[in-house]
């Protein structure tokens, strides 16, 4: 199985940027989107946003539209999340995934990765 492994997280100050990426290990075969979610501390995983490989327009989450840019490699081996006046509910542990079209999140066909750890100060 291909492994993801997201980095770029840590500490910011609140109104500053970070810049994630997500890697994979090989391949993804068969796994068309690509998405970043994020949990904030005692609540339920939420989409941040997601993008194709093939192209087209990201799709972003309401309240993250505007401060945040996913962008993905041409070769198809990593996707950034890029993220601008962060401000401190951006707290969360964040997430990159890969799914195959058609199915959704739950399906046991999706890799996630680990996560990397954002938090933002006040």
């Known amino acids: 199985q291909v492994q993801l492994v997201e980095s770029g997280g840590g500490l910011v100050q609140a109104g500053g940027s970070l810049r994630l990426s997500c890697t994979a290990s090989g391949r993804l075969i068969g796994r068309e989107i690509m998405a970043w979610f994020r949990q904030q501390p005692g609540k339920e995983r939420e989409l941040v946003g997601a993008?194709?490989?093939?192209?087209?327009?990201?799709y972003y989450a309401d309240s993250m539209e505007g401060r945040f840019t996913i962008s993905r490699s041409s070769d198809r081996n990593t996707m950034n999340l890029q993220m601008n006046s962060l401000k401190p509910e951006g707290t969360a542990v964040y997430y990159c995934a890969a799914a195959p079209r058609g199915s959704n999140w739950q399906d046991s066909r999706v890799y996630w990765g680990q996560g990397t750890q954002v938090t933002v100060s006040s």
């Open positions: 993008i194709r490989w093939s192209g087209g327009s990201p």
